[in-house]
Protein backbone atom coordinates (compact mmCIF):
# COMPACT_ATOMS: atom_id res chain seq x y z
CA UNK A 1 0.00 0.00 0.00
CA UNK A 2 2.79 2.28 1.02
CA UNK A 3 4.59 1.56 -2.48
CA UNK A 4 1.48 2.49 -4.25
CA UNK A 5 0.79 5.73 -2.42
CA UNK A 6 -2.14 4.78 -0.57
CA UNK A 7 -0.48 5.08 2.89
CA UNK A 8 2.86 6.82 4.24
CA UNK A 9 5.00 5.44 6.91
CA UNK A 10 5.62 8.51 8.60
CA UNK A 11 5.75 10.98 12.26
CA UNK A 12 2.16 12.27 12.81
CA UNK A 13 1.69 15.83 12.71
CA UNK A 14 1.22 18.45 15.48
CA UNK A 15 -0.70 21.80 15.19
CA UNK A 16 2.18 24.88 15.47
CA UNK A 17 0.59 27.99 16.52
CA UNK A 18 2.67 31.07 15.56
CA UNK A 19 1.89 34.53 16.57
CA UNK A 20 2.78 37.27 14.02
CA UNK A 21 1.98 41.07 14.44
CA UNK A 22 -1.17 40.32 12.07
CA UNK A 23 -2.62 37.95 13.98
CA UNK A 24 -1.94 33.93 14.42
CA UNK A 25 -0.65 31.71 11.94
CA UNK A 26 -1.33 27.69 12.11
CA UNK A 27 0.59 24.59 10.20
CA UNK A 28 1.06 21.17 10.96
CA UNK A 29 4.44 19.64 11.92
CA UNK A 30 6.03 16.52 11.84
CA UNK A 31 6.39 15.73 15.90
CA UNK A 32 9.42 12.91 16.22
CA UNK A 33 8.73 12.83 19.54
CA UNK A 34 6.28 10.22 18.91
CA UNK A 35 6.73 6.90 16.59
CA UNK A 36 6.48 6.72 13.17
CA UNK A 37 3.01 5.17 12.11
CA UNK A 38 0.85 4.74 8.51
CA UNK A 39 -0.93 8.02 7.62
CA UNK A 40 -3.71 7.43 4.40
CA UNK A 41 -2.61 9.78 1.73
CA UNK A 42 -5.51 12.20 1.10
CA UNK A 43 -7.24 11.58 -2.32
CA UNK A 44 -5.73 8.53 -3.25
CA UNK A 45 -8.15 6.04 -2.51
CA UNK A 46 -11.28 5.65 -3.68
CA UNK A 47 -13.24 4.40 -0.58
CA UNK A 48 -13.13 6.15 2.87
CA UNK A 49 -11.75 4.63 5.85
CA UNK A 50 -11.54 5.84 9.06
CA UNK A 51 -8.79 3.43 11.00
CA UNK A 52 -6.35 0.71 10.28
CA UNK A 53 -6.22 -1.78 12.77
CA UNK A 54 -2.57 -3.52 12.78
CA UNK A 55 -2.27 -6.73 15.33
CA UNK A 56 1.03 -5.48 15.96
CA UNK A 57 -0.24 -1.92 16.93
CA UNK A 58 -2.17 -0.71 19.61
CA UNK A 59 -5.91 -0.63 18.63
CA UNK A 60 -7.87 2.33 18.47
CA UNK A 61 -10.99 2.88 20.23
CA UNK A 62 -13.59 1.61 18.30
CA UNK A 63 -17.19 3.73 18.36
CA UNK A 64 -20.52 3.39 16.56
CA UNK A 65 -19.40 6.48 13.57
CA UNK A 66 -16.55 3.98 13.12
CA UNK A 67 -17.42 0.50 12.87
CA UNK A 68 -18.06 0.30 9.35
CA UNK A 69 -14.80 1.96 8.38
CA UNK A 70 -12.35 -0.18 10.03
CA UNK A 71 -9.79 -2.29 7.99
CA UNK A 72 -7.26 -4.64 8.74
CA UNK A 73 -4.41 -4.90 7.63
CA UNK A 74 -4.28 -8.63 5.68
CA UNK A 75 -0.89 -9.45 4.38
CA UNK A 76 0.87 -6.88 2.17
CA UNK A 77 -2.89 -4.82 2.45
CA UNK A 78 -6.17 -4.08 3.73
CA UNK A 79 -9.54 -5.25 3.80
CA UNK A 80 -12.64 -4.47 5.62
CA UNK A 81 -13.32 -5.96 8.82
CA UNK A 82 -16.33 -8.17 9.14
CA UNK A 83 -19.26 -8.33 11.19
CA UNK A 84 -17.97 -11.42 12.65
CA UNK A 85 -14.49 -10.09 13.61
CA UNK A 86 -16.09 -7.21 14.86
CA UNK A 87 -18.16 -9.56 17.44
CA UNK A 88 -14.63 -11.27 18.57
CA UNK A 89 -13.30 -7.67 19.41
CA UNK A 90 -16.10 -6.98 21.73
CA UNK A 91 -15.84 -10.38 23.38
CA UNK A 92 -18.87 -11.91 22.11
CA UNK A 93 -18.65 -16.18 21.89
CA UNK A 94 -18.61 -17.30 18.01
CA UNK A 95 -22.11 -18.98 18.48
CA UNK A 96 -23.20 -15.55 18.78
CA UNK A 97 -26.01 -14.72 16.25
CA UNK A 98 -26.87 -10.70 15.77
CA UNK A 99 -30.35 -10.86 13.76
CA UNK A 100 -29.76 -7.45 11.80
CA UNK A 101 -27.95 -5.76 8.78
CA UNK A 102 -24.19 -5.66 8.57
CA UNK A 103 -24.62 -1.51 9.19
CA UNK A 104 -26.80 -1.75 12.16
CA UNK A 105 -24.59 -4.45 13.45
CA UNK A 106 -21.74 -2.05 13.30
CA UNK A 107 -23.96 0.33 14.71
CA UNK A 108 -24.81 -1.51 17.72
CA UNK A 109 -21.23 -2.68 18.35
CA UNK A 110 -19.90 1.06 18.28
CA UNK A 111 -22.26 1.59 21.08
CA UNK A 112 -21.41 -2.13 23.05
CA UNK A 113 -19.22 -2.17 26.48
CA UNK A 114 -16.17 -4.81 25.69
CA UNK A 115 -17.66 -7.61 28.52
CA UNK A 116 -13.80 -8.67 29.12
CA UNK A 117 -12.19 -5.79 29.73
CA UNK A 118 -15.00 -4.58 32.09
CA UNK A 119 -14.39 -8.15 33.76
CA UNK A 120 -10.58 -7.94 33.93
CA UNK A 121 -11.02 -4.46 35.32
CA UNK A 122 -13.80 -5.28 38.12
CA UNK A 123 -11.63 -8.10 38.73
CA UNK A 124 -8.62 -6.43 39.89
CA UNK A 125 -10.64 -3.70 41.75
CA UNK A 126 -11.89 -6.36 43.46
CA UNK A 127 -8.09 -8.39 44.27
CA UNK A 128 -7.24 -4.39 45.39
CA UNK A 129 -10.07 -3.95 47.92
CA UNK A 130 -9.62 -7.55 49.30
CA UNK A 131 -5.49 -6.63 50.08
CA UNK A 132 -6.79 -3.74 52.24
Not at 21 to 33: A, I, K, M, S
Not at 73 to 85: A, I, P, T, Y
Request: proline share 3%.
Amino acid sequence: MTAKGYLKYEYPKKLVRIETGQGTLTRREYDTTKKKGYNIVTGKLSFEINKILDSNDIAPTLVATDMEKLYVVDNDGLRRLSLKEGLRLFGYPESYKFNVSEKEGFDLLGNTVVFPVIKAVAGRLIDSLNKR
